[in-house]
């Protein structure tokens, strides 16, 4: 069967500071993968997404960026956080044209 | 579309009622929409979906209604639990991505 790991969990980073946030899929192969981020109380808003090794497509400009170095990982990354960077931040997968997306249990940053 | 600066809508129902809850996309070219509950800390788990060329689907005690003139989605539980208080999320996808609306938070009154 199918799983993915996000970690950490919980983060808590000084503003400045880098972030490296990482996501893996098991059990599937070439999965299209997400990052999302949501704001407490707020909708899910999504930032990446790649379909292949390599392949990164950005939604919004701003201060985070991914890569996938891996058919079946995902990192989600930053130089230097801002506090407005502070979210939940939820990693999910899918395979298949019309299939859902499988989420990560999320990890909660605060930047502080 | 994404509606993600907005606070989440509130649905309060009484135990063992039925809840409906609504959803607009944007997109009509859109052709697969899917139901997400998310509970309190958690990663959004998926209820049911309904292809483009469908107006109703039904699942355990859930069934999805899905309007494509005006654009609407809807989601409705069937004597709603007091394990059914979460956020609930529709989301369409266009292309290989998935976009999702406010959500709206249903608390169960026991």
């Known amino acids: 069967s199918q799983t993915i790991h996000q970690w950490p969990a919980t983060l808590v980073q000084p503003v400045g500071s880098p972030l490296s946030l990482e996501c893996t899929v098991e059990?599937?192969?070439?999965?299209?993968l997400y990052w999302y981020r949501q704001a407490a109380g707020r909708g899910l808003q999504l930032l990446f997404y790649?379909?292949?090794?390599?392949?990164i497509s950005s939604e919004v400009p701003q201060n985070l960026s991914a890569s996938r170095p891996q058919d079946r990982q995902f990192i989600l990354s930053s130089k230097k956080l801002l506090l407005s960077d502070s979210g939940f931040y939820l990693c999910?997968?899918?395979?298949?044209?019309?299939?859902?997306?499988?989420f990560g249990q999320g990890t909660r940053l605060t930047v502080v | 579309g994404e509606s993600v600066g907005l606070h989440l809508p509130t649905l309060s129902v009484q135990e063992g009622d039925n809840s409906i809850i609504n959803c607009a996309y944007s997109?009509?070219?859109?052709?697969?929409f899917i139901w997400y509950k998310q509970e309190s800390g958690k990663g959004p788990q998926f209820i049911i979906d309904?292809?483009?060329?469908?107006d109703k689907r039904q699942g355990q005690r859930v069934t999805v209604l899905l309007n494509k003139t005006v654009k609407h989605l809807s989601l409705q539980i069937a004597a709603t639990q007091p394990g059914d208080s979460a956020v609930y999320f529709c989301?369409?996808?266009?292309?290989?991505?998935?976009?999702f609306g406010t959500g709206t938070s249903l608390t169960v009154i026991p």
């Open positions: 790649s379909v292949g090794i390599g392949q």
């Open positions: 999910a997968w899918r395979n298949g044209l019309n299939t859902e997306a499988f």
């Open positions: 989301a369409e996808k266009e292309g290989n991505q998935f976009y």
């Open positions: 309904i292809r483009s060329n469908m």
């Open positions: 997109n009509s070219a859109s052709d697969y």
């Open positions: 059990g599937t192969s070439n999965p299209n």
